[in-house]
């Protein structure tokens, strides 16, 4: 079964720091692959998602993420974060051919001003 | 255009009694998926939907769990005798097709169950 890692459960930094959250999935196979976020009292939006070309994706309010198929990983990544990127980030994989995903166990990220 | 919208929004229960939780998918998609998140777990996948048949039952924890869609359209998750353990925010998810770039699933806002 496919299973998927993140590896910081907590992340707090300041304003304009930059951000990388780590994200590694168990699946041998074809797979898509995509970054959820919850900001506080909001239900969960599509950050970005790859499904296949180019390995480094570029989503909403200025993330990317780079797929790395031989390390089995898509970070999470941000050059300079506001107070609003304050929010649990949730990696999910699933089978080109699938349909459920499978969520990693999120990283609450705080952002202080 | 309206989103994925979930009711109710909470549910505060007594262990052994049944709750019903009902969620409508953006119009036009055809697959729709029921997950659950505990707290300060990631989401568990419990059953997805394809048109009114569910290909994939291998998420729900228990027989008490089932699930019905009905006119494509609607579905509803029946937890029959709760327990506390089943205490979780039950989401549910839509997208426009099964597989390929067309499988993005756009979330609704969770019904937030409480078992006391």
């Known amino acids: 079964a496919q299973s998927v890692s993140q590896h910081n459960h907590h992340v707090i930094l300041s304003e304009a720091a930059s951000l990388e959250l780590g994200c590694n999935y168990s699946y041998g196979g074809t797979v898509n692959l995509f970054w959820y976020v919850q900001y506080p009292g909001q239900h969960l939006q599509l950050l970005l998602k790859y499904f296949s070309g180019d390995p480094l994706v570029k989503g909403i309010k200025g993330f990317e993420a780079e797929f790395i198929k031989s390390k089995f990983s898509f970070n999470l990544r941000k050059p300079s974060v506001q107070w609003s990127d304050t929010a649990e980030y949730f990696c999910a994989v699933n089978k080109a051919a699938g349909n459920k995903l499978t969520f990693g166990g999120g990283t609450r990220v705080l952002v202080k001003p | ?116």
Do not use: M
Not at chain 2, 30 to 57: C, H, M, V
Not at chain 2, 62 to 70: G, L, N
């Open chain 2, 1 to 116: 255009g309206a989103g994925v919208s979930q009711s109710p929004s909470n549910k505060v229960t007594e262990k052994g009694k049944d709750v019903e939780l009902r969620c409508d998918p953006i119009s036009g998609h055809t697959a729709l998926y029921w997950y659950r998140q505990r707290l300060g777990q990631g989401l568990e996948f419990l059953i997805y939907f394809q048109g009114n048949s569910a290909p994939d039952k291998s998420g729900l924890p228990s027989d008490r769990f089932s699930a019905e869609r009905t006119g494509e359209s609607v579905s509803t998750l029946t937890i029959q005798r709760t327990q506390q353990e089943d205490s979780a925010v039950y989401l549910c998810a839509s997208s426009l097709a099964v597989s390929g770039s067309g499988n993005e699933q756009y979330f609704g806002p969770g019904t937030r169950l409480t078992v006391t």
